[in-house]
């Protein structure tokens, strides 16, 4: 079993939908959760970083980490062509410097 | 432009070979990580860098080595290489030494082993 399991998709949603991405974790140690948002032929880029549990929000993004299930989640509302990429979780234990990486989820907003 | 460079964009080679990957990281950043993306494994962590010294490895095979240099710019060496080799490889920086801190990725160096 992975560490860190994400469903690859991929996904297709219509503009103005709400996209939920979800990863799930099976090391308690894991205290900080990130989103990076990778387009084709880029580098993974920071989205939304979270280090307790609960919801935290940045526009039309909202990252949910539920640590009792270990269980953390994307949204996205209003979805738009241009949120069309990779999304990953990553995880990070305190004091360690081995991120983890989903296998990331393929979105597709058609418009 | 997250402002990590990295060369060769892309690699075509052939199996047994070696190949040499550099890094230059943002500007003020002592942080050097390595990543291998495939299809099949994701982002794999490979091993970081802090300041010139070796701060963590990952699932690096023996086949591969990494230096960071005075002036912080990094390399990857992958020696006989394999077809399974193949990948897309990013290196990431971050300006503190835990990367509990945000990482910035190059675009990566798409490596073709035939």
Redesign the interface.
């Known amino acids: 079993q992975k560490e860190v399991e994400?469903d690859p998709g991929p996904l297709s949603v219509p503009e103005g939908a709400i996209v939920s991405l979800n990863c799930t974790y099976s090391n308690s140690a894991f205290?900080?959760f990130m989103w990076y948002r990778q387009y084709s032929?880029?580098?993974?880029?920071?989205l939304m970083?979270t280090y307790s549990s609960g919801n935290k929000e940045d526009g039309r993004f909202t990252a949910q980490v539920d640590k009792s299930s270990k269980y953390i989640s994307l949204f996205i509302r209003d979805s738009q062509p241009s949120d069309s990429a990779t999304y990953?979780c990553a995880m990070?234990r305190?004091?360690?410097?081995?991120?983890?990486?989903?296998?990331?989820t393929r979105l597709t907003v058609k418009p | 432009d997250s402002g990590v460079t990295q060369t060769p964009k892309h690699l075509i080679t052939a199996t047994g070979q070696r190949v040499t990957l550099r890094c230059s990281p943002r500007s003020g950043d002592l942080s050097v990580y390595w990543y291998q993306q495939s299809l099949d494994q994701g982002l794999q962590f490979l091993i970081h860098y802090y300041n010139g010294e070796e701060r963590a490895k990952g699932n690096i095979l023996e086949r591969f080595s990494a230096q960071q240099f005075p002036d912080l710019h990094s390399e990857l060496n992958l020696s006989s290489l394999e077809l399974g080799d193949s990948a897309l490889y990013f290196c990431a920086s971050s300006v503190v030494e835990g990367s509990a801190g945000e990482l910035f990725f190059g675009e990566g160096s798409r490596l073709t082993v035939l």
């Open positions: 994400q205290q900080y032929r880029k580098g993974p880029e920071l970083y990953l990070i305190f004091n360690n410097n081995d991120m983890r990486f989903g296998a990331g």
